[in-house]
């Protein structure tokens, strides 16, 4: 990355950033059956050049800040190389799907104007142009805040609106197993989503020493991206992704606590959001809204440090929330034998897939277990002649709590599989000064 900054005087500043970012995704799992071994390697990537260059201009009780971004993103999600470990050496390779490149291009207007000290305005304009495979997708995405203080450090308001367009899709697997996440572009056939947020709060000070607020939103979201009936992360392995999602709409509401205590002895956070996210999509659980992959309806997280001395602290974090939901069969039928690869030499094999039918009454029917953890950790800084150095002392999961990274079945049983136990950490950092 790449920056450069110039004052042209007193009220206009510009920032130039060239930036080059490149992202590497790779699953792999081995499958063997009837003495012959199968092999899964997915890898998936993203590639950007961007460049943007941001102006500020100061005008005393309001500000303007404008720019432009270009960026052109190159994308490879889920190029697969699916091996047989055939008795003739054969190799079965499936087509790949090319990589899909998205020019990016954004113009902006932010302004902010402050007409009394208790009152804050801020309204802004963006623009933007995508061209992918041909086709152009653009518009327009206005955004508007209002901060009052109405009685001065005891209470205020506060509102907001945005309309927002994102040409990224998140792909969740909804079944059990390895939470195996994509990040795919649009397409030609694929619009980029969008989305409508609104929010309002009140906020103020409580005897002068804790800050809180509360907050409610509510977001509708259009143009999301799930997997089909059926489709998932590493099925099907000669489809490419886009053949195998839906389209489809969502829904966000919630309220968020925040109380927090500043202070140089002792500061202090708690927060707590109690949300709901759903999905509607018309080829996807007969039609009927269904919970979302990270649709979290509870999720608290505690902070804390108290400072010894001004060198020496001790930090704690506790955060638990609900785990998520996925998909999970309630019934198995007997099924046909079915054929998953193709032998040019004899002709279509796979005959040890013997075919499960599983039935699913809905989509995401099951919540994942309750998720919490406690984190602590020491800093001892001292002043040496030329910088500071800090020790840090640290316990991830100090109780070793065996959250679930995922779940399966196994002998007919549903059993979770867990990572990061209690893990200590020491860590040297020195600061030239």
Do not use: C
């Not at 041909?134 to 308001?157: E, F």
């Not at 309309?163 to 909804?174: D, E, I, R, W």
């Not at 694929?190 to 020493?209: D, E, L, W």
């Not at 999961?397 to 196994?410: D, E, I, K, P």
């Amino acid at each position: 990355m790449a920056r450069w900054n110039h004052v042209f005087g007193p009220r206009l500043f510009k920032n130039s950033t060239l930036s080059y970012t490149n992202y590497r995704f790779l699953i792999e799992a081995r499958m063997r059956a009837a003495n012959e071994t199968y092999r899964f390697r997915t890898t998936s990537g993203i590639t950007d050049l961007s460049y943007k260059s941001d102006f500020v201009y100061s005008l005393g009780r309001s500000e303007l800040q404008f720019g432009t971004e270009l960026t052109r993103h190159r994308f490879a999600p889920e190029i697969s190389l699916v091996q047989g470990e055939w008795a003739e050496g054969e190799l079965n390779r499936p087509e790949m799907s090319p990589p899909t490149f998205v020019l990016d291009s954004r113009l902006y207007a932010d302004y902010l104007y402050r007409p009394r000290e208790n009152l804050r305005l801020q309204g802004g304009l963006h623009y933007n142009l995508l061209r992918v495979a041909g086709r152009t997708y653009h518009g327009l995405q206005p955004r508007l805040s209002l901060n009052a203080d109405l009685w001065p450090s005891v209470a205020g308001v506060r509102a907001s609106y945005a309309q927002t367009m994102q040409f990224l899709h998140l792909l969740t697997n909804p079944s059990l197993g390895l939470p195996t996440d994509l990040w795919v572009p649009v397409t030609d056939q694929i619009p980029p989503q969008r989305a409508q947020q609104y929010s309002v709060g009140v906020y103020g000070t409580f005897r002068k020493t804790l800050q809180w607020s509360v907050d409610v939103y509510t977001k509708s979201m259009r143009h999301l991206l799930e997997y089909t009936e059926g489709g998932a992360f590493l099925t099907s392995p000669g489809q490419r992704w886009y053949d195998r999602v839906a389209v489809g709409d969502g829904a966000s509401r919630g309220v968020e606590l925040l109380l927090q205590k500043p202070g140089e002895k002792f500061s202090g956070l708690l927060s707590y959001t109690l949300s709901r996210t759903t999905r509607v999509f018309k080829e996807l659980n007969n039609g009927q809204p269904f919970p979302y992959r990270y649709d979290r309806r509870h999720a608290l997280n505690l902070s804390a440090e108290y400072h010894f001395t001004r060198r020496r602290s001790l930090q704690a974090l506790f955060t638990a929330s609900n785990g998520g939901f996925v998909t999970i069969a309630t019934q198995r039928f007997a099924g046909a034998p079915l054929p998953l690869f193709f032998d040019r030499g004899s002709g279509w094999r796979g005959d040890w897939f013997t075919g499960k039918l599983d039935y699913f009454p809905q989509r995401n029917n099951l919540e994942m277990p309750f998720y919490h953890r406690l984190d602590l950790s020491y800093q001892a800084s001292k002043q040496k002649r030329k910088g500071t150095r800090t020790w840090t002392l640290a316990v991830y999961n100090v109780y070793s709590q065996r959250n679930a990274f995922y779940l399966f079945v196994h002998d007919n049983r549903l059993k979770k599989f867990t990572l990061f136990p209690i893990i200590p950490s020491v860590s040297y950092a020195f600061r030239f000064e």
